[in-house]
């Protein structure tokens, strides 16, 4: 049974960072491009960041570049997001995906979703 698990979610401040995980069992990691999504109320799902089977390739929406770092330990099964400069635009549902096409960074082919963990950036 394939469980994809996200943590590191919390409550900041603006102009605070966090950082997400997201551990993945089940499923052979190395074999899957990766990405973080995310989901306002009211708003549709985004793609922010993907990441390449080996993580030399990764992918940004508009929104988050310069700011957002998407990364992968391979070794451990694990994905992140490094979170900076956070904004109250950056309050959502931050969710894991497995199997995207990470040059598309869209929800196409996500064949694995964890529950998601809250961001909320108070101003």
């Known amino acids: 049974q394939v469980q994809v698990i996200e943590s590191g979610g919390a409550l900041v401040q603006t102009g605070g960072s966090l950082r997400l995980s997201c551990t993945t069992f089940?499923?052979?990691?190395?074999?899957?491009?990766m990405a973080w999504f995310r989901q306002a109320p009211g708003k549709e799902r985004e793609g922010i960041a993907c990441i390449s089977f080996s993580g030399r390739g990764t992918y940004y929406a508009d929104s988050v570049k310069g700011r957002f770092t998407i990364s992968r330990d391979n070794a451990n099964s694990t994905l992140y997001l490094q979170m900076n400069s956070l904004t109250p635009d950056d309050t959502a549902l931050y969710l894991c995906?497995?199997?995207?096409?990470?040059?598309?960074?869209?929800?196409?082919?996500?064949?694995?979703w964890g529950q998601g963990t809250q961001v909320t950036v108070s101003s």
């Open positions: 995906a497995a199997g995207v096409i990470a040059a598309r960074c869209s929800t196409t082919g996500a064949r694995y």
């Open positions: 089940g499923l052979t990691f190395g074999d899957y491009e």
